[in-house]
């Protein structure tokens, strides 16, 4: 079964910003073409998803092929779905392991599963790509929302900043974000994202951007 990654919907594809942005102003041609006629846009922030949460299960994540496509290559749509759960069960075994032992100092990257509201802000950014491993994500603050902004693209050695074809992956509504927990550490640039569902979701933000972040948060 298909799950949508992110069910608020999308703003329309057009229109522009409009009064002062107060933060990320650097970011602000990138997601211009995805704000509302009239809407305001408060700042944008740079973000990555913590790496302690890992890829949506299967049943979230996109088909790779239409209906059509798979029924045309049988046989090759059974080897992709193998090399999936092979790819999974890898990551279990070997990246998971490291990850259990840093959730006991740390906590975990996301609570209260993949159908919470953290949960659904997580698969978002992961779907940004086909292999559902993106972490880079733009949250554009708005006098109505948070936008949820992306690239597919996710050569290395390419920042967010330096990438074309910026998409909005979904949209948050100001309500469902309670509060902006900072926890960084000389080690980590770790910040919880806390939802009113209860749920948590774990991002890394770094210092200069994490003041934008606080002040554009929940008052």
Not at 148 to 165: H, I, K, Q, Y
Not at 184 to 209: C, M, N, Q
Request: charged residues 25%; glycine residues 10%; hydrophobic residues 35%.
């Amino acid at each position: 079964m298909s799950h949508p990654p992110y069910p608020y919907g999308t703003p329309p594809q057009h229109g522009a910003p409009y009064g002062s942005v107060q933060y990320g102003g650097e970011h602000l041609a990138e997601v211009a073409h995805l704000v509302a006629p009239g809407e305001q846009v408060r700042g944008v922030v740079d973000v990555d998803l913590c790496d302690l949460i890992r890829r949506p299960p299967r049943r979230y994540r996109k088909e790779r092929f239409g209906r059509t496509a798979d029924a045309g290559i049988g046989c090759l749509s059974l080897v992709f779905d193998f090399g999936e759960f092979v790819s999974d069960l890898v990551e279990d075994c070997t990246w998971g392991l490291i990850r259990s032992l840093r959730r006991l100092f740390r906590g975990r990257g996301l609570t209260r599963g993949w159908e919470s509201q953290a949960g659904q802000f997580a698969r978002a950014v992961r779907a940004a790509d086909n292999d559902h491993d993106n972490d880079d994500a733009l949250l554009v603050f708005t006098d109505r929302r948070i936008l949820l902004a992306g690239s597919g693209s996710n050569a290395p050695g390419r920042t967010l900043a330096d990438r074309r074809g910026t998409r909005t992956l979904g949209e948050l509504p100001y309500a469902h974000l309670v509060r902006v927990e900072p926890r960084h550490t000389w080690i980590s640039s770790r910040v919880d994202l806390h939802f009113a569902d209860g749920s948590l979701a774990a991002l890394e933000v770094y210092p200069k951007e994490l003041a934008a972040l606080v002040a554009l948060g929940p008052r």
